[in-house]
């Protein structure tokens, strides 16, 4: 059974940071690409951060270049989102998505929210 369970969420001040994680189960992790996805109260579902299979390929979102970092730990089977300097255009539910590295297929998690308020 394919599982995609994130974690990390939460309500954070201004300027604070949050690390999301995603733990993935049923399928061969090391086999796809991994993004991270958020989607806003009244907004369409919008591209974060994505990371190749192998971990050596990332890119970002122009709204989180140089304040998100996306990872992940294939021997874990979980990938990660560290933001930093968070602003509360951040605020939304965030999802983690997976597609093989072929293109074929795609699991989505349940989310996260994350608000960013003072």
């Known amino acids: 059974q394919v599982q995609l369970v994130e974690s990390g969420g939460g309500l954070v001040q201004p300027g604070g940071s949050l690390r999301l994680s995603c733990a993935a189960s049923?399928?061969?992790?090391?086999?796809?690409?991994m993004s991270w996805y958020r989607q806003a109260p009244g907004k369409e579902r919008e591209l974060v951060a994505f990371?190749?299979?192998?971990?050596?390929?990332?890119n970002y979102a122009d709204s989180v270049r140089g304040r998100f970092t996306i990872s992940r730990d294939n021997a874990k089977k979980t990938v990660y989102l560290q933001m930093n300097s968070l602003k509360p255009e951040d605020t939304a539910v965030y999802f983690c998505?997976?597609?093989?590295?072929?293109?074929?297929?795609?699991?989505w998690g349940q989310g996260t929210q994350v608000t960013v308020s003072s």
């Open positions: 998505k997976a597609v093989r590295y072929d293109g074929i297929g795609g699991y």
């Open positions: 049923g399928f061969m992790f090391s086999n796809y690409v």
């Open positions: 990371i190749s299979s192998t971990g050596d390929g990332t």
